[in-house]
T-cell receptor, first 114, second 109 residues
């Protein structure tokens, strides 16, 4: 049973470019969460999605960031016009039920903005 | 929102020593998880433990939900135990994990 998969594992972008991060949840999991870890800090919640629905996006920056989890395919975290402060590790987690269940984390995507 | 505090922030051990890491949280929780982030940045689930006690090899964890704390015990530590240990909780009204700032553990040979 494959775990949570994220790609790419490392992503380098220049300021002003777009970054697209993908997350495939564990088989049978319909809940996806995105977290961001800035250098030398803990993880901070960004967004919680179910298939075709954003449930909680209270941790998302107001501009340039968006997320989706379509009926088919992986969840996508999109960052437009990246800035140096977006450099971080972005982790995706999935769970089968939601807030009462274990969240399983992927290996993360490390974004570097030059 | 809920507050999560971990202690100590840093811990240095000699191989073979035992240690206890603490996590305090400020409100009732549905979910509490302990993670190990290894030096390569990977997050590894250690325990899902909203209450009670669990053991897995040299690691064990206890959560006393009524007193809002959890403890992670590491016995006979090994150099591969080095890394950052995070506690994270989901408050009863929510679904997101709120992480503590972590305990940086270094185990020297």
């Amino acid at each position: 049973n494959a775990g949570v998969m994220q790609n790419p594992r490392h992503l380098v972008r220049r300021r002003g470019q777009e970054a697209r991060l993908r997350c495939s949840p564990m088989k049978g999991h319909s809940h996806v969460y995105w977290y961001r870890q800035l250098p030398e800090e803990g993880l901070k919640f960004m967004v919680y999605l179910q298939k075709e629905n954003i449930i909680d996006e209270s941790g998302m920056p107001k501009e340039r960031f968006s997320a989706e989890f379509p009926k088919e395919g992986p969840s996508i975290l999109r960052i437009q016009q990246v800035v140096r402060g977006d450099s971080a590790a972005y982790f995706c987690a999935s769970s089968p039920i939601g807030r009462r269940d274990t969240q399983y984390f992927g290996p993360g995507t490390r974004l570097t903005v030059l | 929102g809920i507050q999560v505090e971990q202690s100590p922030p840093d811990l240095i051990l000699q191989e073979g020593a035992n240690s206890t890491l603490r996590c305090n949280f400020s409100d009732s929780v549905n979910n509490l998880q302990w993670f190990h982030q290894n030096p390569w940045g990977q997050l590894i689930n250690l325990f899902y433990i909203p209450s009670g006690t669990k053991q897995n090899g040299r690691l064990s964890a206890t959560t006393v939900a009524t007193e809002r704390y959890s403890l992670l015990y590491i016995s006979s530590s090994q150099t591969t135990d080095s890394g950052v240990y995070f506690c994270a909780v989901v408050e009863t009204s929510g679904s997101r994990l709120t992480f503590g700032e972590g305990t940086q553990l270094t185990v020297n040979p």
